[in-house]
């Protein structure tokens, strides 16, 4: 653990980046395998008309993690803690219910993605592929539990900086048109399925996991005891809270251009092209189009990104599971539970990449029931004292609960109506 004081963040630059890690880490869950079929999908169909979608939906996730991060903090206990610590029984296990609903469906994303590189790059069969990926996890969580949060976020932040590297590569090559780019800053919709491709984009980029595993991530990291208690208590806080911005800044701000970048890629190369509706078939095209290189890259891209936000996402259950039923479940119990649906999917033969889109939108239906605890807790004054989140910050981050419900309203209304 960083020290935090002489030579902490106070200290100037050194200082904060000595601190910076945790939000890379949640990070991962806003690159992993469900944004790559989501945003490869909708920049294959429709051009850059949801690229709105991926801006908005990032600068929410900035001030989210943010919140839940302060929340982790000042308290010294993650959300989930908080959650099992002031919910009654059936409340409790009802939200653990819906957060390990969540929690497959985030799986389902990780496992298949990485199932589908291993396929691309070594010819894997997919369900043999998917049950490497699983393990794989459950060696990078060793990590962690071995050798410590540093350890483990090294090692995350290693795959982050591969699959970032394997996304971008295709822009350096791909024919991007300006005024097309611009236009997809313009907010709107084409149809109902451009609804239901905007959920799975929102749900992919603002992750429900992400939000629970971050209190986590940055109370590990900064505040091993439990609680910041000593005199110089706000002095440390107040450093640790700047070091945080600067942290989720910068980590979602390369989360957000590898998004952009997938979108891109798959409007300047795709339109057009048959078979471009999964990730295989936009692996071929792109290999075709661009190079045998851009499409390795943007295979070994998809691996890092299944094994890195596979390991974060397993992380993320096994905080909520504690916090919620105040019980530890043992890590192979836990990958099982996650995994083994993904491994039925790909064993039956249904689309992959649609099963990852459709696994996003449930992970976009399970945001306000991240969402709105956490912001009833970072509010609550006999909680949070002198640092509950009050005035614009506060309003800010409800109507970002706002437009989420609202989107996912209109996706339950047209998927009816349809």
Do not use: C, K
Request: no cysteine; proline share 4%.
């Amino acid at each position: 653990m960083a020290r935090v004081g002489r030579g902490g963040p106070g200290a100037g630059g050194a200082g904060v980046f000595r601190l910076l890690g945790p939000a890379f880490v949640a990070a991962v869950a806003y690159v992993d395998p469900g944004n790559v079929a989501a945003n490869v999908t909708a920049g294959a169909r429709y051009g850059y008309l949801l690229l709105w979608v991926l801006v908005a939906g990032s600068a929410m996730a900035v001030l989210v993690q943010y919140l839940t991060a302060r929340l982790g903090l000042v308290t010294g206990r993650s959300l989930a803690e908080l959650m099992g610590q002031r919910y009654r029984r059936w409340p409790r296990r009802a939200a653990w219910l819906q957060a390990e609903i969540v929690a497959v469906a985030t799986d389902l994303a990780e496992v298949i993605g990485g199932a589908i590189a291993l396929q691309l790059l070594f010819g894997v069969p997919l369900p043999l592929g998917g049950m490497i990926v699983g393990l794989a996890s459950m060696g990078l969580l060793a990590v962690q539990t071995r050798r410590g949060q540093r350890a483990f976020e090294g090692v995350i932040v290693t795959l982050l900086a591969v699959l970032a590297v394997g996304f971008l590569a295709g822009l350096f090559v791909a024919p991007i048109d300006a005024g097309d780019l611009a236009s997809g800053l313009v907010p709107r919709f084409a149809g109902p399925d451009t609804v239901l491709l905007a959920a799975s984009m929102l749900g992919a980029t603002v992750m429900p996991h992400a939000i629970y595993a971050h209190s986590a991530l940055a109370r590990d990291r900064h505040v091993p005891r439990g609680a910041l208690r000593d005199a110089g208590r706000d002095r440390r806080l107040a450093q640790l809270l700047r070091a945080t911005r600067w942290d989720v800044l910068v980590a979602l701000l390369v989360a957000g251009t590898v998004n952009v970048a997938m979108l891109v890629l798959a409007a300047a190369s795709l339109p057009g092209q048959p078979g471009t509706d999964t990730i295989e078939g936009a692996h071929a095209v792109i290999a075709q189009a661009l190079g045998a290189g851009i499409g390795t890259a943007f295979a070994v891209g998809l691996l890092a990104s299944g094994l890195a936000s596979t390991a974060v996402g397993a992380y993320a259950g096994g905080s909520i599971a504690g916090g919620l039923l105040h019980v530890r479940v043992p890590l192979v119990v836990r990958r099982a539970v996650t995994i083994v649906p993904a491994v039925v999917v790909l064993a039956v033969g249904i689309d992959p990449t649609w099963a990852l889109v459709l696994s996003q939108v449930v992970l976009s239906l399970g945001i306000p029931f991240a969402l709105v605890p956490l912001l009833r807790l970072v509010a609550a004054r006999d909680l949070m004292g002198a640092w509950r989140v009050t005035g614009w910050l506060l309003a800010a981050a409800w109507v970002v609960v706002a437009l989420v419900v609202a989107l996912n309203v209109a996706l339950v209304v047209l998927t009816v109506a349809g």
